[in-house]
């Protein structure tokens, strides 16, 4: 008699952040919610933050220099952020794919089913 073991399927971790435009507007955060579930991701956590030009500095620092950097760090502590941890075979890809191209002219043609 074979026994029908199952490898356990391991899983990427994928931080997930809803800046405050969409946190604003409820139905759109519930919408965006429903994304994320209908895609098959576990949530691991959830939780709204509320950040700190410091916190958005420090997160962001990468991006220091870059032209949008101020405005990015302004723009993200303006108001509660939503953030996920998510879980997938292949969190960061699908949640990349699911945020659809950074540039909105591009996302609206060539992904409009994206966030």
Not at 2 to 24: C, F, G, H, Y
Not at 84 to 110: E, N
Request: glycine content about 2%.
């Amino acid at each position: 008699m074979t026994s029908a073991l199952r490898r356990p399927q391991v899983l990427q971790l994928t931080l997930a952040l809803i800046k405050p435009d969409a946190v604003a507007h409820p139905l759109i955060l519930e919408a965006i919610h429903q994304q994320i579930l209908s895609h098959k991701f576990l949530i691991v956590r959830s939780r709204e933050l509320l950040w700190r030009r410091e916190d958005c500095r420090s997160f962001y620092r990468e991006h220091e220099g870059r032209f949008f950097y101020q405005r990015l760090v302004e723009f993200m502590a303006s108001g509660p952020i939503r953030a996920y941890i998510l879980a997938h075979k292949d969190a960061i890809q699908l949640w990349r794919t699911l945020m659809g191209p950074t540039r909105v002219f591009r996302a609206q043609h060539t992904a409009p089913d994206s966030i």
